[in-house]
């Protein structure tokens, strides 16, 4: 190893590398609060760590509050976090400040949410499905209030601004953990 750090909270997230940087979301387990860290791929020092508040609520045990992979490209990262009310997308700069950030509505899923967006030519690509407890009713945990289908699409965002570019609406079925 070249080096190895702790880093605050916990995540199931990829990390992703773009030059020096290396982009970590992490998750608190007692307040479910969301953090991105910047990480120097040189050293392992922590460059910088943006935290956002966000509410607690039902989550799979085998998942976390930053399960989404980031995407990053040269101008920055973009995130994705879910609750059953809110899907925050969010675009940060190398530095750590907010260019960006979209509500994009509900997320309905029984188990906590794990999109990942991706990044090409000049937009932000987004894979939101969402449950349909119809197709899921022999599976969900006692205590889920998920009672009707969540809307289900693909989104393109533009890279600076965030906004819509096109949206296709998809057939929900189960919610995207990919």
Not at 20 to 47: H, Q, W, Y
Not at 72 to 84: E, K, L, N, Q, R
């Amino acid at each position: 190893y070249n080096w190895r750090i702790d880093l605050p909270g916990e995540g199931h997230s990829s990390p992703v590398v773009v030059g020096n940087n290396i982009f970590v979301l992490r998750g608190d387990p007692f307040t479910a609060a969301r953090r991105v860290v910047c990480v120097n791929s040189e050293d392992g020092k922590i460059r910088w760590t943006k935290s956002f508040k966000s509410a607690l609520h039902y989550i799979h045990r085998s998942n976390n509050y930053a399960s989404s992979t980031p995407a990053a490209d040269t101008d920055g990262v973009v995130t994705i976090w879910t609750t059953p009310k809110t899907f925050i997308v969010t675009a940060l700069d190398n530095d750590g400040e907010q260019m960006w950030q979209r509500d994009l509505g509900e997320y309905k899923s029984a188990w906590g949410g794990c999109p990942s967006p991706i990044i090409g030519d000049d937009m932000v690509i987004i894979q939101n499905d969402q449950m349909d407890p119809k197709f899921m009713k022999n599976f969900l945990p006692e205590g889920v209030a998920v009672t009707e289908a969540g809307h289900s699409y693909a989104v393109a965002l533009d890279r600076s601004t965030g906004e819509t570019r096109w949206m296709v609406d998809r057939k929900s079925v189960i919610a995207s953990y990919a």
